[in-house]
């Protein structure tokens, strides 16, 4: 099994920034391919970032592109989104997860998930 915790969401004005957090704990995961999703109210869960734990090679989709970036720390065995530039439109829980087989990055393919934190538009 493996356990995702997400942390670091909370109210933020449009053009501001967060950093999101996913702390990774259980089975041996240097394969994993980790992924950062998100899902606004009445909308599907939809792909945001993504990481290969072990090469460190970073995914993105068009609506991440340049402004927000993946990371992971090894030592800390945690992966980040560091968000800048926020939209309205960025509103939305945000969810980790994992692909055990280190290849797909749908919602569909992911093996584990985190219970989700919450990113809200304060302006």
């Known amino acids: 099994q493996v356990q995702l915790v997400e942390s670091g969401g909370g109210l933020v004005q449009a053009g501001g920034s967060l950093r999101l957090s996913c702390a990774v704990s259980g089975r041996t995961f240097s394969n994993y391919l980790m992924g950062w999703f998100r899902q606004a109210p009445g909308n599907e869960r939809e792909s945001v970032a993504a990481i290969k734990w072990r090469s460190g090679s970073t995914y993105y989709t068009d609506s991440a592109k340049g402004r927000f970036t993946i990371s992971r720390d090894i030592a800390k065995n945690t992966v980040y989104l560091q968000m800048n530039s926020l939209k309205p439109e960025d509103t939305a829980g945000y969810y980790c997860?994992?692909?055990?087989?280190?290849?797909?990055?749908?919602?569909?393919?992911?093996?584990?998930w985190g219970k989700g934190t919450l990113v809200t538009d304060s302006s």
């Open positions: 997860a994992a692909d055990t087989a280190g290849v797909y990055w749908s919602p569909s393919a992911m093996d584990y």
